[in-house]
Nanobody, 116 residues
Framework: QVQLVESGGGLVQAGGSLRLSCAASAGKRRINVMGWYRQAPGKPRELVADITTGGSSKYADSVKRRFTISRDNAKNTVFLLMNSLNPEDTAVYYC??????????WGQGTQVTVSS
């Protein structure tokens, strides 16, 4: 069974930064993709960024050049550095992992609130 432990959410002023972390425990199974999704009130969940074991990453257009995803493969940990935050980034952020090309296991979510 995969367990995900998320941390780093909180309240920040517009223009500020936050760093999210997510540590995955997957036993002997090898995780390929790790990423972050978010869901704002009244909106569907959307991809923020993800990254494969090999380091290939993709981002939502709305966060490019502001957010950076990285991972520590040895520790099965993924990070999301969020800079230049704005109120539109307010959402619950969910860590996710997958053993193939897409996420299939989700964390419980961490709230990110950006005040104007």
């Amino acid at each position: 069974q995969v367990q995900l432990v998320e941390s780093g959410g909180g309240l920040v002023q517009a223009g500020g930064s936050l760093r999210l972390s997510c540590a995955a425990s997957a036993g002997k199974r090898r995780i390929n993709v790790m990423g972050w999704y978010r869901q704002a009130p009244g909106k569907p969940r959307e991809l923020v960024a993800d990254i494969t074991t090999g380091g290939s990453s993709k981002y939502a257009d709305s966060v490019k050049r502001r957010f950076t995803i990285s991972r520590d493969n040895a520790k099965n940990t993924v990070f999301l550095l969020m800079n230049s935050l704005n109120p539109e980034d307010t959402a619950v952020y969910y860590c996710c992992v997958g053993f193939f090309d897409t996420c299939g296991v989700w964390g419980q979510g961490t709230q990110v609130t950006v005040s104007s």
